[in-house]
C-alpha cells in the first residue's frame, strides 16, 4: 500500500468587494458573465457572393473547399452551406 501523502489543494481568498460588485453590474447590464469580443469580424452572404459561388461549383465541382474559398473569397465553412 502506497503512503498518500496530504497537500493542501488551494488556499484561495475570497473575491474582493470590487470584484463582486463587477460581477452584480455585468450581470444586471448584460445577463451574462461571459467575455465579449466586439471587434469580431462578421461575414455576410449576399446574393452576389452565393451566385459567383454557385458558378464556380457548376464549373468545377470536384474542386476542394480550400480552392473555392481562394476564387470566391467565400470562408470554407459558408462555401459548406452553399
Do not use: F, H, W
Not at 469580424?41 to 481562394?70: H, W
Amino acid at each position: 500500500m502506497l503512503n498518500q501523502i496530504s497537500v493542501p489543494v488551494s488556499r484561495r481568498t475570497s473575491p474582493s468587494k470590487q470584484n463582486i460588485r463587477y460581477t452584480v453590474n455585468e450581470l444586471k447590464t448584460t445577463g451574462l458573465l461571459l467575455d465579449k469580443n466586439p471587434n469580431r469580424k462578421r461575414n455576410v452572404l449576399t446574393a452576389e457572393k452565393l451566385d459567383s459561388t454557385g458558378a464556380s461549383l457548376e464549373t468545377s465541382p470536384r474542386n476542394s473547399l480550400k480552392r473555392l474559398d481562394q476564387e470566391t473569397s467565400v470562408p470554407k465553412t459558408s462555401a459548406q452551406i452553399c
